[in-house]
């Protein structure tokens, strides 16, 4: 190729629909919009037998969210999700992507389609290679596809030149064997999609309270008093978490939601499998909402915790005994807190003071708290100062590791979560280095690796030369799109674990290699015979996935059989592993687990016996392992964002129908918008004070460091989101994301703090 091609498809004519926002979630309107993809997806009898199979005990974990099952409560067709639903119609549609589809459509046509027409070409059935200067792909044998990755890895002048990027989807024995592999290839260069997502929770939680996981149980919904649910969408991203608001709800405890949208399903909730609920109104879930402005979480946290203190005068508000038994630095907090100006926190946060008083009376009603959030919190520059503030006002009241109490960060991706355990992580602990050295009889590098940001600049600055993904989406995922197609742009070569086409494949190295995998619903045969792998929820608990649905091809290689053939082929003698037998028997790569990594003493028999087992979790059993030996309070200045006359801030989110850069449909169904993505959901006043009106276009543009960057025609949108706050689409708007600035310690990029202006298409 002469020009490298564009990461941006051309923008296409959108005929977008807006109607209100809905007020329930779920319900029948959800039953209907599932039936309608599997009917899409081709495949009704394959796709629906899939569901019967999804989340049971002997079936496979729901290729979703991360949410956990409750174990009392399995219907037939395991807990029902809309999107659960969309993600199997995903994996079992009919169609297919063929060496004949390759030989029709060159890479130049595949990069003019859209994200969602990419997805819906189907499954990948063979490898695949784009050969140096070629126009189209080409079918290549796996054989050769492992040996030429081989080459070119062994003939890198340092194994640091190579990066193995993760997503979420990998098994837990997959991640495992691809982190020993990478290790003993060379490098610690193992970023992954939590660099972008949850990255801000581990680090913050694991400085406040010595565990970088969250400490709930699904069951300390049940006996809860309050749950505070702030910077998360649980509607559209964890439908199933609904079912456990409502019997927490039904149970007694309140609901306090933060966020800058009224998110339908935070509003009301009719569980589909509830005819009393699908007849009847649903239920109120949220007892209590507060619109916060983006980004200023901590004003509005800061302002409340004024409030408690000084409903604390008397000392019969806070946990005092656990304050001074089990925490650190309390003293210094509240001294930090009493100097902000209550006014001044309640006129940034956006909320109004009569809101914010009832907020702290609800919070000082309650002596047990569990407080859940995700993206709202952690894509911000602060995000990791966002998280330790709302660990502030849970060590206050005590309200962690306790029955009914605690954090819970709600995790992405399937198995994003387990994958870390796993030693998925460019800054491995040293004890875990050790392990691997004993039990594998090699040196595994010391040196800190790429993450996901980090690589990106590497590979533009030419550091690095090969791009291997384990499943993903890289260029769409990744912020700052046409930075970011440089850098895979200037890679010898560019490899991806795939299930299904995305722009990933399009936007490659010099030369690329497609290895099309089984997804997690499909039957994984092995030389010793039918395997399973196991995965970890949100919740800490690890349990068994076991594919029953026919491969999508013949020519399918599992993740971990792909992670064995590839390390036989580059590492040949030099590996002691017997990656023949691994390959063979997963149970095998499970005992390597076990004696490797705590917690997983006898694996294979737990893992085997009904729900699976919990990890050991210090922060749930009030164990705080911090360099304190303490829960440790923090001191978390304000958000330093200060938008001129002229700027607002833009926060990129997720639609009804997407599964991250998987775009299952064009319609957000809960927020009202039908038929296109290209949407910027403004205030009202906003709009009036620049004179335009719905309907209309704007282009935006961000500027940091003085580089432009600019995104065109999105369509207005009116929407109850506070003044100054916009909000897009992902990935559609990760063009304006710029690649270097991202939250303090984490290194998550600031997706949902991004300062943009406004102007109007010509
Ligand atoms: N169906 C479906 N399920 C998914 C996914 C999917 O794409 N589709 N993605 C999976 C993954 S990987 C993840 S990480 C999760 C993501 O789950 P979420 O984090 O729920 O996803 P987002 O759409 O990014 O939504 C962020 C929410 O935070 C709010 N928000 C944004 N900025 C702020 C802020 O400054 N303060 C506050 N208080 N709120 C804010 C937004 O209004 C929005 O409601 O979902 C997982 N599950
Ligand atoms: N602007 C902005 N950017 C964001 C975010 C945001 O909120 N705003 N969110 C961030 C977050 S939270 C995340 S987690 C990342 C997501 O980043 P990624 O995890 O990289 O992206 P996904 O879209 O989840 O990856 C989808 C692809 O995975 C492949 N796939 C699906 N199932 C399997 C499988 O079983 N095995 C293998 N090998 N491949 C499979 C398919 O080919 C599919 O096209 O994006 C981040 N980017
Ligand atoms: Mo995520």
Redesign the pocket.
Known sequence: MKNPLSPIPPLEEEKIKISKPKEVAAGLPALVSSTKHLRDEQNFANCTSALFNMNQMDGFDCP???WPDPDDERSRLGEYCE?GV??IAEEATAKRVTPEFFQQHSIQELSTWSDYQLGKSGRLTHPMILKEGASHYEKISWEAAFQAIATELNSLNSPDEAIFYTS?RTSNEAAFLYQLFVRQYGTNNLPD?SNM??ESSGVALSQTLGIGKGSVKLEDFYITDLVIV?????G????RMLSALQKAKKAGAKIIS????P?TGLIRFKHPQSPSDMMGRGTTLTDLF?P??????IA?LKAILKLLIEKDQEQTLFDHDFIASQTTAYQDFINDITQYDFDTLVQRSGVSEKKIKKAARMIARADKIITC????????KNGVA?IQEVVNLLLLKGSVGRPGAGTCP????SN?QGDRTMGIWEKPKPAFLDKLAANFEFEPPRHHGFNTVESIEAMHEGKAKVFFAMGGNFISATPDTNYTAEALQNCNLTVQVSTKLNRSHVITGKRAIILPCLGRTERDVQGSGEQFVSVENSMGIVHSSTGTMTPASKHLLSEPAIVCELAKATLGEKSKVNWHLYQNEYDLVRDAIESTITGFENYNGRVRSGYGFYLPNCARDGDFKTATGKANFTINPLSDINLSEEEYLM??????????T?I?GLDDRYRGIYNGRRVILMNKADIKARGWKQGQHLDLVSIYDGIERKALRFMIVEYP?PTKCV?TY?PEANVLVPVNHFADKSHTPI???VVVQLFQTN
């Open positions: 979703g969210c991360a999107n969309k993600a979420g999609c997502c949850h702030i910077g998360q969408n649980p559209t991203n964890h439908p933060i966020n800058p949208l998110e507060l916060v402005r983006i980004n200023e979480d509005l959030w995700a993206m709202g919190l952690t894509q911000h966002n709600v995790r992405g991706h994003v926060m990129t989110i997720r639609s009804h129908d997407q599964f991250n998987t299952y989101i909000a992902f997706s949902k703090s």
